[in-house]
């Protein structure tokens, strides 16, 4: 099983800063990496798919790299909604996996 | 518009079964592979199972594999998930997702509590 570790597990951001998020995988997925925002009490939403590929109606504030085993979810000038915990996922290996999620505060 | 609705959730005992349901609309239901995905009560998302837009291929975790079984009925538009030798750890909101096999999931529903407790 590929497992997948997030870094970091939690942080507190003020508006408009950049926030980063790694996605660890613990074999090489290609590019076989999502994401994933899920607020309280709500349903997970897609972000980006395939690693960097954006998705219609998502802010273009949001976007992803990476390759392999590295990938990243970056957040430019982070916004009051973005408050949230967001989760990476892999499709490139059965079974497919979740990342324990980073949760994102806003000071 | 995409719209996913499951039902069926509930309180049961350890040992229990139940079936969950998960209603689909806005799309053409067979081109597409559906997943159910769980989130137990203050964690993160596990994929449970996975099946193709026919229903000939389908994938679980090991942690449900020959206790669940996940089925289609493409003339209903709906997707399934017998439950059965349920534990204590499947407590989770169970959702059902649209997506492809081996890709992402675009659109998931609101899920659906699921309880095993005596």
């Known amino acids: 099983e590929i497992v997948l570790t997030q870094s970091p597990d939690f942080q507190s951001v003020t508006p408009k800063e950049k926030v980063t998020i790694t996605c660890r995988a613990s074999q090489s997925i290609g590019r076989s990496l999502h994401w994933y925002q899920q607020k309280p009490d709500q349903s997970p939403k897609l972000l980006i798919k395939y690693t960097s590929q954006s998705i219609p109606g998502v802010p273009s504030r949001f976007s992803g790299s990476g390759s392999g085993t590295v990938f990243t979810l970056t957040i430019n000038t982070l916004e009051a909604e973005d408050a949230a915990a967001y989760y990476c996922?892999?499709?490139?290996?059965?079974?497919?996996?979740f990342g324990p999620g980073t949760k994102v505060d806003i000071k | 518009e995409v719209q996913l609705l499951e039902s069926g959730g509930g309180l049961e005992q350890p040992g229990g079964s139940l079936r969950l349901s998960c209603a689909v609309s806005g799309f053409t239901f067979n081109d597409y592979a559906l997943n159910w995905v769980r989130q137990a009560p203050g964690r993160g998302l596990e994929w449970v199972s996975s099946?193709?837009?026919?229903?000939?291929?389908?994938y679980y975790a090991d942690s449900v594999k020959g206790r669940f079984t996940i089925s289609r009925d493409n003339s209903k538009n709906t997707l399934y998930l017998q439950m059965n030798t349920l534990r204590a750890e499947d407590t989770a909101l169970y959702y059902c997702a649209r997506g492809v096999i081996r890709g992402a999931l675009d659109y998931w529903g609101q899920g659906t509590l699921v309880t095993v407790s005596s």
């Open positions: 996922h892999q499709s490139g290996s059965l079974p497919f996996t």
């Open positions: 099946i193709s837009g026919g229903g000939e291929d389908t």
